[in-house]
């Protein structure tokens, strides 16, 4: 259990420096991922920037994940729900552009005017609050890939087995600070955990300097 995610931030740091990780940028998913991200980033002097991925709902409940959409379009699928699902190609197509736009438009926000932190040739570091499913984190992952990062690390203070699982596989490091044998949610391992404004997101951006 994690007091909060500035706490979980400095615990996960703490962890990082003694397995002698080494890294050139620290990349938080907003909101949550940016305050445990702050914390590492600090530890480390390194530069800290923002990633984001989204998920495409299924037009019968949008909160149920049929696919996650990045910064550049691409789009990872899960083709068996697609299939289904009977979903068409254009529709999935449709949403993947909007969901592209919303993404960059929340980037530019909490990016504040700054330019985004160059990927190419450096080791990466990617850290959220907790991952449940990891579909979104892994399609992260994979516009890492495309931007040319040279090492790809993934590190958080909790995770679900099934996402470990998942991801383990696609990145070069993988690091959590406990895996619960029961995971219903991230929320249920912090004392504290309200919402993150976007506010707080920009603030720490701009303390910890980008590009």
Avoid: H
Wanted: net charge neutral; with cysteine.
């Amino acid at each position: 259990m994690f007091r909060n995610r500035k706490e979980a931030g400095q615990r996960l740091a703490d962890a990082l420096v003694q397995r002698g990780w080494q890294f050139d940028v620290v990349l938080g998913i907003p909101r949550g991922g940016v305050v445990v991200a702050r914390e590492v980033a600090d530890r480390f002097g390194c530069s800290l920037d923002v990633i984001m991925a989204r998920k495409i709902g299924s037009p019968a409940n949008l909160e149920y994940a049929i696919g996650a959409v990045t910064p550049d379009g691409e789009v990872l699928l899960d083709d068996k729900l697609r299939q289904f699902l009977g979903l068409e190609q254009e529709s999935i197509d449709k949403s993947a552009q909007r969901i592209k736009q919303e993404i960059n438009q929340r980037l530019a926000m909490y990016r504040a005017g700054k330019k985004s932190e160059p990927l190419a040739g450096r080791r990466v570091v990617l850290i959220d609050d907790g991952i449940a499913t990891g579909f979104t984190v892994k399609a992260a992952v994979q516009y890492l890939r495309r931007q040319g990062a040279s090492y790809i690390a993934v590190a958080v203070p909790v995770a679900s087995e099934e996402a470990c699982l998942s991801l383990e596989s696609t990145v070069d490091s993988l690091f959590c600070l406990e895996v619960p044998e029961v995971f219903f949610a991230v929320g249920q391992f912090y004392q504290d955990f309200r919402s993150v404004e976007d506010e707080e997101v920009i603030r720490l951006l701009r303390q910890r300097e980008v590009g």
